[in-house]
């Protein structure tokens, strides 16, 4: 059970997990903060928080956890603001989809990591963003990893994970750098490739006539693409360096493929498109996750 | 009204086509032709066609629709074997998604393309195939467009245009090379950026574990790499040139940006991500097309 979870940075990742918490009777009291005062009304209106600050130093005091949910741009800031008017046994948690950062972040402020900081990174998300777009379902059966370190307190540990099963969540435990390499890769990668898909086409004269056209496929592809741009910038400089070792290794791939396209070489491409075909079937469509741990979305 | 209709390729598109028109009753006799006696069998089954035969030639006698469903690459010898078994009025037709290909067959084949040759391509599909995944409300409110020449037959093509619009399609018409650009950009490129992605990531070591936190928007956005590779194979060959200048450009972009990225150059990163959610919006979910034209999955 939480006393009092401070949530900084009230929007679709930290308003559900909140509602996920009160449903399940989890939590005392929740305090917002943000900096939209708006936002923060409309949180308040939904009954996602109790009360509300605009600053982090005064929405932890007393809080027996902090959750921070901001762009990853403004974690050191964040941790800044914070640094001595935590509670003594405080627990500190994330949301962030990088986790080298926070780690980073933190070392920076506190002249070395904190062993109540538990850096986490909930698998789950929608292509909308503020408090009006969260739900108390949202992380139901999803994945959260918990990436901690050898000097992180097992009691800390242990409440974090307590919170997002709480929240319906399934937990699990990863190295850090292993965890911002594989979210490069199912995450951090593809959303590169829409936005960059749906800017290219955006440029091209006959655009109106291209989008009128864009099929089912398309829609669906181009989805991510309408996520929140200041949470992209920041993800990207956060793990800037598993991801655009990928990125750049798939722009090669990729002037490769167009060459293998324009010699007709029918082979080729004929083995990637079934390598991937089974590959996807394989991994994604045919081998169904243990049983509470399954996806929603994984069908159709 | 349609005499006898003989289709060539009983898959998820000609399947889909037969059981529209057959529930419109719009269709007298529906012959099929396949290479496969198990599918043909199971479209028999199915009520999808009244009789079969794996011989085009065979098919299209008596018959005064012929509808071309076929991967690309097997257009030509589907032409040379129908040519001079045809009926005198008979009306030919496609569902490729490329048509600059079928005009060159046809050109190649016939001396020059029959007026009654009327090249069409639905925007319609999902990736499965197979008569087994069709359905007749698949072409309900999707566009059909049509590519006739300047020596198109225009009884012919009314015959198509009525065809489609009794299977509930909106149809179009465009210019063929305009057509290729355009499909280029909203189809046959995204399935390079999934199909590519997935085959990376697959070829990754840890691509277990890759795949099992690949969230919702990975699998949304690689679902068109389940597609049919052969189909995929015939496309990327018939629309090599307008397609591989695409791909070429969009993996210098890629190559661009990853370098943007290792640079941490935040206002870059913003501008891209910024202009893409914005077209997106614009493009894709913030304009409503006219009311018979709506796309059910638009939505969501």
């Known amino acids: 059970m939480i006393e009092r979870l401070a949530l900084i940075g009230v929007g679709l990742i930290g308003g559900s997990l909140a509602r996920a918490l009160r449903g399940a009777g989890a939590v005392g009291e929740i305090i917002g903060c943000g900096r939209s005062a708006e936002n923060l009304e409309l949180a308040f209106d939904l009954g996602v928080i109790d009360g509300c600050t605009r600053d982090p130093a005064v929405a932890v005091e007393d809080a027996d956890m902090v959750f921070l949910a901001v762009p990853l741009g403004a974690v050191r800031g964040v941790l800044e603001r914070i640094q001595g008017r935590l509670r ?10 990088v986790k080298g950062s926070i780690v980073a ?7 070395e990591v904190p062993a109540r900081l538990v850096p986490g990174h909930p698998i789950a998300g929608t292509e909308h963003s503020g408090v009006g777009a969260s739900f108390p379902e949202l992380y139901h059966n999803r994945r959260v990893i918990l990436t901690p370190l050898p000097q992180t307190d097992v009691v800390a540990l242990e409440r974090v994970r307590t919170m997002w099963q709480a929240a319906g969540a399934v937990v699990t435990e990863m190295d850090v750098a292993h965890h911002d390499h594989v979210l490069a890769a199912t995450s951090h990668l593809p959303h590169m490739l829409a936005f960059g898909l749906v800017d290219l086409l ?13 099929a089912g496929g398309f829609r669906d592809f181009t989805r991510i693409a309408s996520s929140n741009p200041v949470m992209w910038r920041d993800i990207c400089i956060a793990n800037a360096d ?5 990125l750049a290794r798939f722009g090669e791939e990729m002037t490769d493929l167009a060459e293998t396209i324009r010699r007709r070489d029918g082979d080729h491409l004929l083995d990637i498109f079934s390598r991937a075909k089974t590959a996807r079937h394989a991994y994604v ?3 169904s996750p243990p049983k509470p741990e399954q996806d929603p979305e994984q069908s159709g």
Request: net charge negative; proline share 0%.
């Open 88 to 97: 003594e046994d405080a627990v500190i948690t994330d949301g962030g989809s």
């Open 105 to 111: 972040d933190a070392a920076a402020v506190f002249g």
């Open 202 to 214: 955006a440029r091209q004269q006959d655009n109106d006539e291209i989008f009128r056209y864009a």
């Open 242 to 246: 598993a991801l655009s070792g990928m």
């Open 285 to 287: 469509d045919g081998v």
